[in-house]
């Protein structure tokens, strides 16, 4: 089992930034792809960003790609997700994910792991 801890959450004001960390413990030499998904009040999970174990390669949804930056550090089995100019739109709690596969999925029924979430609230 693999347990995801994320934090950093909170209000900022449009055009802010924040840094999410999400922490992993547990069997974390069976992690490979690590990513962060978010879910807005009334709406359904959508993908963010996900990163390869190597941390080489990524994938960025269209909504916020070129001001979210997802970034790892293995030796302490932690993931960031670094969000910049941030928009009221951006509002929603923030899940960390981690899948076994290797590769860089998008869909919420391939991760095989879930963090309980962190809230991010962007005012306009």
């Known amino acids: 089992q693999v347990q995801l801890v994320e934090s950093g959450g909170g209000l900022v004001q449009a055009g802010g930034s924040l840094r999410l960390s999400c922490e992993a413990s547990?069997?974390?030499?069976?992690?490979?792809?690590m990513a962060w998904f978010r879910q807005a009040p009334g709406k359904e999970r959508e993908f963010v960003v996900a990163?390869?174990?190597?941390?080489?390669?990524?994938s960025y949804a269209n909504s916020i790609k070129g001001r979210f930056i997802i970034s790892r550090e293995n030796a302490k089995n932690t993931v960031y997700l670094q969000m910049n100019s941030l928009k009221p739109e951006d509002t929603a709690v923030y899940y960390c994910?981690?899948?076994?596969?290797?590769?860089?999925?998008?869909?919420?029924?391939?991760?095989?792991?879930w963090g309980q979430g962190t809230q991010v609230t962007v005012s306009s």
């Open positions: 994910a981690a899948d076994r596969s290797g590769g860089l999925r998008a869909r919420v029924a391939e991760y095989d792991y």
């Open positions: 990163v390869t174990r190597s941390g080489i390669s990524t």
């Open positions: 547990g069997r974390t030499d069976s992690m490979y792809t």
